[in-house]
């Protein structure tokens, strides 16, 4: 079966950094464009940062760009979301999405992250 595991969510303080990651399992992660999303309460689902199979190309949110950036390790069926200089705004449970254009996507449980003093 497949699975994506988000783990590296916490309490930071804002001006902080956090590193997510997400472990895939069951499908060929390598053939798969990874992407994060994030959810924050009474807001729309945003896409954070995504990133090619091979990792070849990124893309991020306008509000994102410049403080975050993703990658991945396809040996590890891993990949990751550096944050540096979190914000409030920035609070939300963020997601690992596995896209690949003949196939439905998948999902992870999401991770927590919240931005506070």
């Known amino acids: 079966q497949v699975q994506l595991v988000e783990s590296g969510g916490g309490l930071v303080q804002p001006g902080g950094s956090l590193r997510l990651s997400c472990v895939a399992s069951?499908?060929?992660?390598?053939?798969?464009?990874m992407n994060w999303y994030r959810q924050a309460p009474v807001k729309e689902r945003e896409l954070v940062a995504s990133i090619t199979s091979t990792g070849g190309r990124t893309n991020y949110a306008d509000s994102v760009k410049g403080r975050f950036t993703i990658s991945r390790n396809n040996a590890k069926n891993t990949v990751y979301l550096q944050m540096n200089s979190l914000k409030p705004e920035d609070t939300a449970v963020y997601y690992c999405n596995a896209f690949r254009r003949t196939d439905n996507d998948y999902w992870g449980q999401g991770t927590q992250v919240t931005v506070s003093s």
């Open positions: 069951g499908f060929t992660f390598s053939s798969y464009a």
